[in-house]
């Protein structure tokens, strides 16, 4: 199959995944481990338990496998790919894989020190038609994630997003004090820039933080309404490997 879906809603769909999984090896969205990697090794330790969100079919995981981090736990809700990823290499079979739903993390409070998600998020926002303001049901959805993402951190833990997102949109998202943790922000590419935000558990966000979790979900935002979303450098695209249908969407 192509690896364009019909529709981009279809990539928050698990049959478009098992499909797309059931032919294609290896796919990287924003950009691989080695273009990043400096900035993992700044928030990551070598001895740190760490889960991979949606890990898909990326090789991140088997890289920082190779890096030195070998407490890895990948998890993905497409029976397909979790198949396909646990003997693809010596590293892959090193680390644990299992099939589960990121809405619904089975695993005790505590259990990790790092949670990482490489376009995950993106992938399930992608329907959004306002950048300034989520629907109820992407608010409720991702409430419900990332609620699950802070109980399974430990104390000062750190979830670290690697997204096509800005931070003028995705920083409305993160910066609830709800989830109980404070929010940095990394840039990372050439040209086009690519976003890493850290949230760690246990720190406050910082008053301007503050000040868009109110906003964001107390604030229907109708004064904004008539601005147009921003374009993402679409000049760009053809100097990215990545797929132009899919980053047109994310905005969010």
């Not at 010596?90 to 505590?110: H, N, P, T, Y």
Request: proline share 2%; aromatic share 12%.
């Amino acid at each position: 199959m192509s690896c364009l879906p019909d529709k981009n809603t279809d990539y928050s769909s698990v049959d478009y995944w098992n499909e797309r999984y059931g032919s294609e090896e290896s796919f990287e969205w924003c950009k691989s481990y080695s273009v990043f990697k400096d900035l993992i090794r700044k928030e990551v330790q070598p001895s740190d338990r760490i889960l991979m969100l949606g890990c898909g079919n990326s090789s991140l995981s088997e890289d920082m496998y190779r890096d030195g981090f070998h407490n890895i736990t990948n998890v993905d809700y497409s029976t397909v790919v979790v198949e396909n990823m646990k003997n693809r290499s010596e590293e892959a079979r090193s680390m644990q894989w299992l099939v589960m739903d990121i809405k619904d993390l089975k695993f005790e409070s505590g259990s990790f020190d790092i949670v990482i998600e490489k376009a995950t998020l993106d992938a399930l926002l992608v329907g959004e038609r306002d950048p300034w303001s989520l629907s109820p049901d992407s608010r409720t959805l991702m409430d419900d994630i990332l609620i699950q993402v802070s109980q399974v951190l430990s104390s000062r833990g750190r979830f670290i997003s690697i997204t096509f997102a800005q931070p003028h949109f995705r920083k409305r998202i993160y910066a609830r004090e709800l989830y109980g943790w404070s929010i940095r922000t990394e840039t990372f590419g050439d040209g086009f820039h690519f976003f890493f935000y850290v949230m760690t558990k246990g720190e406050r966000l910082s008053a301007h933080d503050a000040q868009l979790d109110k906003s964001a979900w107390t604030n229907n935002h109708n004064n904004l309404e008539s601005q147009p979303a921003v374009t993402r450098l679409q000049q760009q695209r053809e100097d990215n490997n990545d797929d132009g249908s899919y980053l047109n969407s994310i905005e969010m």
